[in-house]
Nanobody, 125 residues
Framework: VQLQASGGGLVQAGGSLRLSCAAS????????MAWFRQTPKNGRAFVAG????????NYEDAVKGRSTISRDNRRKMVFLQMDNLKPEDTAVYYC???????????????????WGQGTLVTVSS
């Protein structure tokens, strides 16, 4: 199993980034996908999730309206488009896979079966 995240980098506040995550080694269509982010201060926190078909999504309040999660099942990829970035968005971003779509549980890192290696997003003020 492999989840390969990419697309991070240094961007100025107000800018945009598109994170990508390529999956292999498991049946991608059977898993909901999510993005988390981690900082030393806040630990690993949920950012966004998308269901198996890409027609349902859920967002952390702090990124709602500024971010869009999407997936391409044919290419086995999940994306996170982040706009109007803020310095507080600075973190290592991880993609994760889980079999369950549960609004109550999906924000818990413990829920997820597979994790990518992370990609660093740095937003300068």
């Amino acid at each position: 199993v492999q989840l390969q995240a990419s697309g991070g980098g240094l961007v100025q506040a107000g800018g945009s980034l598109r994170l990508s995550c390529a999956a292999s080694g498991f049946v991608f269509d059977d898993y909901i996908m999510a993005w988390f982010r981690q900082t030393p201060k806040n630990g690993r926190a949920f950012v966004a999730g998308v269901n198996w078909y890409g027609d349902k999504s859920n967002y952390e309040d702090a990124v709602k309206g500024r971010s869009t999660i999407s997936r391409d099942n044919r290419r086995k990829m999940v994306f996170l488009q982040m706009d109007n970035l803020k310095p507080e968005d600075t973190a290592v971003y991880y993609c994760a896979a889980d079999t369950r779509w549960d609004y109550g549980q999906m924000k818990s890192p413990n829920e997820y079966d597979y994790w990518g290696q992370g990609t660093l997003v740095t937003v300068s003020s």
